[in-house]
């Protein structure tokens, strides 16, 4: 009986994880298609993206309005690194790695305080912070599921002796 508890709770921490480590890939699906609305001259975006792709976009739409469009790629090219980078903190974190989520944490943190030094709309910081939030949440799940699966194989060894 003990055992069924610990796996049911297991389960719900693996998608309280999975859940936290799912904030990367959205903050860089929606940084990404905020960098094409940018680079195709659209005026909207998204307010869960990140702070330094847009900075990179609107000052190389600007340059190339004098330097020409090469500077408008090299810019996308950033934001595709940056991106990218988000990405792999993202698949880090659903394997369960620590250090995904803290950098992950510290990098859209920082993130953050661009957008309160931009002097950016209060929902655009409270979106951050919320999402910082579940990123952290992420980050406790995985340490609890760590004990979680030490209970577990503890059990499971009482109960083969």
Same mark, same amino acid.
């Given at each position: 009986?003990?055992?069924?508890?610990?796996?049911?709770?297991? *389960?719900?921490?693996?998608?309280? *994880?999975?859940? /936290?480590?799912?904030?990367?890939?959205?903050?860089?699906?929606?940084?990404?298609?905020?960098?094409?609305?940018?680079?195709?001259?659209?005026?909207?975006?998204?307010?869960?993206?990140?702070?330094?792709?847009?900075?990179?976009?609107?000052?190389?739409?600007?340059?190339?309005?004098?330097? /020409?469009?090469?500077?408008?790629?090299? /810019?996308?090219?950033?934001?595709?690194?940056?991106? /990218?980078? #988000?990405?792999?903190?993202?698949?880090?974190?659903?394997?369960?790695?620590?250090?995904? #989520?803290?950098?992950?944490?510290? *990098?859209?943190?920082?993130?953050?305080?661009?957008?309160?030094?931009?002097?950016?709309?209060?929902?655009?910081?409270?979106?951050?912070?919320?999402?910082?939030?579940?990123?952290?949440?992420?980050?406790?799940?995985?340490?609890?599921?760590?004990?979680?699966?030490?209970?577990?194989?503890?059990?499971?060894?009482?109960? *083969?002796?």
């Amino acid at each position: 009986m003990e055992n069924e508890k610990l796996i049911e709770e297991k *389960l719900r921490t693996e998608d309280a *994880l999975k859940n /936290g480590a799912g904030w990367f890939y959205w903050i860089a699906g929606l940084s990404l298609i905020n960098s094409l609305l940018v680079f195709f001259d659209s005026d909207w975006g998204f307010i869960a993206g990140l702070s330094i792709t847009q900075i990179i976009d609107y000052t190389a739409y600007y340059l190339s309005l004098e330097f /020409g469009s090469i500077v408008s790629i090299i /810019g996308l090219i950033l934001n595709f690194v940056i991106i /990218g980078i #988000f990405v792999i903190l993202g698949v880090f974190a659903n394997k369960g790695r620590n250090w995904g #989520f803290i950098v992950g944490f510290v *990098l859209y943190g920082l993130d953050t305080l661009l957008l309160v030094f931009m002097d950016d709309p209060f929902i655009s910081v409270a979106f951050h912070l919320f999402a910082l939030y579940s990123i952290f949440r992420g980050y406790q799940a995985n340490k609890q599921l760590r004990e979680i699966i030490s209970n577990i194989d503890t059990q499971e060894s009482i109960e *083969l002796n």
